[in-house]
């Protein structure tokens, strides 16, 4: 069931990323496993992150993330702002990151630029 384009899967392998490519219904979505958080941020130092990826993926862009375990900051013990929201993804429940981009260049972005803004997002939660 691979349905990432080649570019993307070249990334993932290059940066020694495990992932897996996952269906749930009509939806698909790429889970980066035991993505590195950064150091000291949050109750574990690692975790799955899910990217759903949009119909008309590469040239349509990927809206939030989503994590598991949930995390938690690990100076306050509290929830990074707008992470409050639970949802079911392919039997599991995930952690919904709302943060979203209007960036996006159609044929141009792809996996690179949304863990990009996955880490940057990550090292700023408050």
């Known amino acids: 069931m691979a349905f ?7 990334y993932l392998e ?21 993505f590195p958080l950064p150091p000291d941020q949050f109750q ?9 990826l949009p119909p ?16 938690v900051l690990a100076e306050s013990g509290r929830e990074p702002n707008c ?16 943060r979203h981009s209007q960036d996006w260049r159609p044929g141009a972005d792809g996996l690179r630029t949304m863990i990009k803004r996955i880490e940057q997002a990550l090292k700023v939660a408050a």
């Not at 990432?4 to 070249?10: F, S, V, Y």
């Not at 574990?44 to 759903?52: K, P």
């Not at 590469?58 to 994590?67: G, K, L, Q």
Request: charged share 25%; with cysteine.
């Open 4 to 10: 990432l384009p080649a570019g993307d899967r070249r």
């Open 14 to 34: 290059g940066r020694g990323l495990a992932f897996r490519e996952i269906e749930d219904g009509v939806r698909k979505g790429v889970v980066l496993e035991a």
């Open 44 to 52: 574990v130092s690692e975790a799955d992150v899910l990217i759903q």
């Open 56 to 71: 008309g993926y590469p040239d349509a862009c990927p809206d939030m993330f989503w994590t598991a375990p949930h995390l």
């Open 83 to 98: 992470t409050q929201v639970r949802e079911t993804f392919a039997g599991l429940q995930w952690q919904r990151w709302s």
